[in-house]
């Protein structure tokens, strides 16, 4: 039996909101104000869809409802132990609680409308007809997406945008970019000297040595801090950060980047079979991946 539109709607709602709190039972009074329906119609709703298996109810106070696996099946979503966040951009904000679930694109046969549909994870309600939007990159293909919001639905949790502009992320390896020999500073030597080092180079940061070993990064900010503060002959190990990321130089610039975001570092180590071979920057990798926007 084909599910109804108003259960498809409901099956919408209550994987976005499981989904929104990381596997937690909802409500039925949620999903009601989601969609902009009466609660009770909700509850009913609800026992047609326990008949069909789409739906588990979790008793207790704070229990409600939870989708199956059916129900992923049946719309077409991932599950959220499987699911890759897709970034969502508005208004040159990065919205932290939302995720793009699926695009469509159903007007590639006419150019003159170009435009998508896309399904989000999270709270649509906070894009708003007219925002600039970029959602991406996506997985596998690593898509960036760029336009405008013409159209929002809240029971589906999409928004319709008219594109503007859509990017390839190039799938070019760190160790095609990086820098190479690796330019260090000592951390006995004092931050003047460091600091000189860096404008001759005309660089914003460099590893730092001890006996042979990597152990921290001195960058500009340090160097300016310990200028203003009096300290331009302190030696470096006391100013510098004292960590390090490394990563292979196989892996793809794309991912690169997400580690720099992740560890909040803006200059990776790079690494042929555990040897430092290089570095790369975030400004770097962006010049190559987002010329457009780095310009």
């Given amino acids: 039996m084909e599910p109804t539109q108003i259960q498809k709607d409901i099956l919408y709602a209550l994987v976005t909101l499981y989904k929104k709190k990381g596997g937690g039972s909802v409500k039925g009074e949620e999903i009601a104000e989601l969609i902009n329906r009466n609660p009770g119609t909700v509850r009913n709703q609800m026992q047609a869809l326990r008949a069909l298996g789409l739906v588990e109810g979790v008793p207790g106070p704070k229990g409600g409802y939870r989708p199956t696996a059916k129900a992923y099946e049946l719309l077409a979503i991932t599950k959220p132990e499987e699911a890759v966040r897709v970034p969502v951009i508005v208004n040159d904000e990065l919205m932290e609680d939302l995720s793009a679930e699926e695009i469509d694109l159903p007007s590639l046969s006419h150019p003159e409308v170009c435009q998508a549909k896309i399904r989000m994870i999270g709270d649509v309600k906070k894009i708003n007809i007219g925002d600039r939007i970029v959602v991406g990159p996506t997985p596998v293909n690593e898509l960036m997406i760029y336009g405008r919001v013409i159209g929002r639905d809240d029971t589906e949790n999409s928004v319709v945008i008219s594109i503007e502009k859509i990017h390839a992320i190039p799938k070019d390896e760190v160790g095609e970019h990086m820098s190479a020999p690796i330019i260090t500073s000592d951390a006995e030597e004092t931050v003047k000297e460091a600091a000189k080092r860096l404008a001759e180079h005309g660089i914003y940061c460099t590893p730092v040595k001890k006996n042979d070993k990597l152990v921290g990064i001195f960058t500009l900010d340090h160097a300016v801090k310990a200028f203003v503060e009096g300290k331009e002959n302190e030696k470096v190990e006391k100013v510098m950060r004292p960590k390090i990321v490394t990563v292979d130089k196989r892996i793809k610039l794309s991912e690169a ?39």
């Fill in 257 to 295: 980047l997400r580690i720099m975001r992740d560890e909040d570092v803006r200059i990776l180590v790079v690494t042929d079979n555990g040897k430092p071979v290089g570095v790369i920057t975030d400004q770097k990798i962006l010049s190559i991946l987002a010329p457009e926007q780095v310009k």
